[in-house]
Structures are given as C-alpha cells and as structure tokens.
C-alpha cells in the first residue's frame, strides 16, 4: 500500500521560507513521478510542481523562481524549497505520485499546512 507523508509546513511572515518534506513508501520511488499540490480554503486544488522519475521539473507560473522541487530517491524522499512566500501561497500542501504520465495522481497524505502572515 502506497503511503505518502507530508511535514514541513508551519507559519511564516511573508517573505519567508519554508522547506516541505514528502516521505513515501510502498512504492518502487525512483520509478515514479512525484508531485506537489496545494488547496487554499475556498478553491480548488491546485499542482504547484512535478518532478518526474528522471528529475524534469515543472512550475505553476504563480511559484516560479521562488519554488524548487526535488527529490532524492536514496530516500524515498521529495521536497519543496519555498521562498519569497507571499500570503497567497497559503494553503493545505500534498505530495502526490503517478506512475506515468497518462495517468493520474495518487494523493496518500494527510498534507501540511503552510500559512503565511502579511
């Protein structure tokens, strides 16, 4: 059974950084696609970034230049470096996987609450 957890989030002031961590196991990691998503009260969820098994990378255009995702799968590990946090960026944070690309993602976490003061 594939089991992802997510930590890292917390309270920042706007300007700020925080560095998510996505733990997974169950899972052949470094064969997956690895993704984070956000959900903000009120909206939909959203994909912030994608990291695929060979480690491209893609951005939501609201996170570009502030955001990295990478993985590490010694680990079973992924995460998200978020700078320049803005109030805006504040939401419920899930990791998610897939095993390719025509398919879509696995969301196994509780997710992480990232909140940002202005």
């Known amino acids: 059974q594939v089991q992802l957890m997510e930590s890292g989030g917390g309270l920042v002031q706007a300007g700020g950084s925080l560095r998510l961590s996505c733990a997974a196991s169950?899972?052949?990691?470094?064969?997956?696609?690895m993704g984070w998503f956000r959900q903000a009260p009120g909206k939909q969820r959203e994909e912030v970034a994608v990291i695929n098994s060979g480690g491209s990378t893609n951005y939501a255009d609201t996170v570009k230049g502030r955001f990295t995702i990478t993985r590490d799968n010694a680990k079973n590990t992924m995460y998200l470096q978020m700078n320049s946090l803005q109030p805006e960026d504040t939401a419920v944070y899930y990791c998610?996987?897939?095993?390719?690309?025509?398919?879509?993602?696995?969301?196994g976490g509780q997710g992480t609450q990232v909140t940002v003061s202005s």
């Open positions: 169950g899972l052949t990691f470094r064969t997956y696609d």
């Open positions: 998610a996987n897939r095993r390719t690309g025509w398919e879509p993602f696995y969301f």
